[in-house]
């Protein structure tokens, strides 16, 4: 069974870079699209982007600027990078796989990380 | 504002059915198959349908339809355990994005 795990600091200040990793445990990492999702607090869910195992990204435009998704060396993980935080980037981060018959709709998700950018 | 959009708040009683819906346009939804998910409490969300298709694990009183650009949820036989958030989302052509709604507050009385 595919299992998603992920991690990254949880604590960063203003100005600082967000970086997350998430693992694919077990199953097949080529022919997927992995993504990025965020929950403010007391808030929905936003996509922030998208990697498959080429290296293809698609991101959210509204942060469009300040993401970068990669794919790890050993090439069962991918990681976000988000540049020039504020208090508006505090929110839980989730990895996800997306359905493999279905765009935009994520069928593996991680545990969540909660990351909380405060001075 | 979210892209999709969803009731704030649904409520039932246990045992009867609730449909939950998820309005898009013809940019998304009028093309692509909607997801939901299931979040409880703060939890990670889980994936509770895809389309009209059933993840394994799930139970079948869950449901799933698409008219146009509105995609539905139908809980059928509704449980103390269901009471949680529901978002659904899927992709939008003109955006090259993903798409959510804002989520509906399932409550079961």
């Known amino acids: 069974q595919v299992h998603l795990q992920q991690w990254g600091a949880g604590l960063l200040k203003p100005s600082e870079t967000l970086s997350l990793t998430c693992a694919v445990n077990?199953?097949?990492?080529?022919?997927?699209?992995w993504s990025w999702i965020r929950q403010p607090p007391g808030k929905g869910l936003e996509w922030i982007g998208e990697i498959n195992h080429s290296g293809t990204t698609n991101y959210n435009p509204s942060l469009k600027s300040r993401v970068t998704l990669s794919i790890g060396t050993s090439r069962n993980q991918f990681s976000l990078k988000l540049t020039s935080v504020t208090a508006a980037d505090t929110a839980v981060y989730y990895c996800?796989?997306?359905?493999?018959?279905?765009?935009?709709?994520?069928?593996?998700w991680g545990q969540g990380t909660t990351v909380t950018v405060s001075s | 504002q979210s892209a999709l959009t969803q009731e704030a708040s649904v409520s039932g009683t246990v045992g009867q059915k609730v449909t939950l819906s998820c309005t898009g346009n013809?940019?998304?939804?009028?093309?692509?198959?909607v997801g939901w998910y299931q979040q409880i409490s703060h939890g990670a969300p889980k994936t509770v349908m895809f389309?009209?298709s059933l993840p394994s694990g799930i139970p079948d009183r869950f449901s799933g339809s698409k008219s146009g650009t509105t995609a539905s949820l139908t809980i059928s036989g509704l449980q103390p355990e269901d009471e949680a958030n529901y978002y659904c989302s899927t992709w939008d052509y003109s955006l090259s994005a993903w798409v959510f709604g804002g989520g509906t507050k399932l409550t079961v009385l």
């Open positions: 077990s199953g097949s990492f080529s022919g997927y699209y």
């Open positions: 996800a796989r997306e359905h493999p018959m279905g765009r935009g709709v994520p069928d593996m």
């Open positions: 389309g009209n």
């Open positions: 013809s940019n998304n939804i009028g093309d692509y198959a």
